[in-house]
């Protein structure tokens, strides 16, 4: 299975922080990956997919990038409602789908 | 759209329990429809798929023991779990994948706690 790496595991940030998070899978998976936001006792929501492509109400600040095994997650402007944590997950070669470790993005 | 799981609680080792999904406002039939769970205080674990065609997949921490199924007529997705270990107390969700071919998921439900302990 493909394992994707996380970094950092949390970050501390404050609000209208330029944020980045990175991904690296073990093996080039193209641009299938997908960024996923979760805060505490909620489902996840899916922010982005196929790499680069915002989803649907998601807010623009947040902007993905990458392919083969290098991915970044980007918040232009940290807003206080972004604080949670972020995982990368990739559909390139599955089942099983992955997800990476999580990026715990607190408040400084 | 919207998806509520029911069915979790508190289970001894080598015990079973079935999951519940009952999804509104699309079919669940013609979508592909996940199971994924995450353990207290961890990260996202896939746990099963089945497609619209009705194939199943599963993670290898959980083939042999669970069980993914739907109902069409009740609409309602399910997860039956055998021989449950300490391990696999989580909180399960079940998902609705409609981007990226299917294999993100656009959909969540609330999750439903399972706790496998003596």
């Known amino acids: 299975a493909i394992q994707l790496t996380q970094s950092p595991s949390s970050l501390s940030a404050s609000v209208g922080d330029r944020v980045t998070i990175t991904c690296r899978a073990s093996q080039g998976i193209s641009s299938a990956l997908a960024w996923y936001q979760q805060k505490p006792g909620k489902a996840p929501n899916l922010l982005i997919y196929?790499?680069?492509n915002l989803e649907s109400g998601v807010p623009s600040r947040f902007s993905g990038s990458g392919s083969g095994t290098d991915f970044t997650l980007t918040i232009s402007s940290l807003q206080p409602e972004d604080f949670a944590t972020y995982y990368c997950q990739q559909f390139n070669s599955y089942p099983p789908l992955t997800f990476g470790g999580g990026t715990k993005v607190e408040i400084k | 759209v919207q998806l509520v799981e029911s069915g979790g609680g508190l289970v001894q080792p080598g015990g079973s329990l079935r999951l519940s999904c009952v999804a509104s406002?699309?079919?669940?039939?013609?979508?592909?429809m996940s199971w994924v769970r995450q353990a207290p205080g961890k990260g996202l674990e896939w746990v099963s798929v089945?497609?619209?065609?009705?194939?199943?997949y599963y993670a290898d921490s959980v083939k042999g023991r669970f069980t993914i199924s739907r109902n069409n007529s009740k609409n309602t997705l399910y997860l039956q779990m055998n021989s449950l270990k300490t391990e696999d107390t989580a909180v399960y969700y079940c998902?609705?994948?409609?981007?990226?071919?299917?294999?993100?998921?656009?959909?969540w439900g609330q999750g439903t706690l399972v706790t496998v302990s003596s």
């Open positions: 089945i497609y619209s065609g009705g194939n199943t």
């Open positions: 406002g699309f079919p669940v039939r013609t979508n592909y």
């Open positions: 998902a609705r994948a409609v981007k990226c071919g299917g294999a993100c998921y656009n959909y």
């Open positions: 196929d790499a680069s």
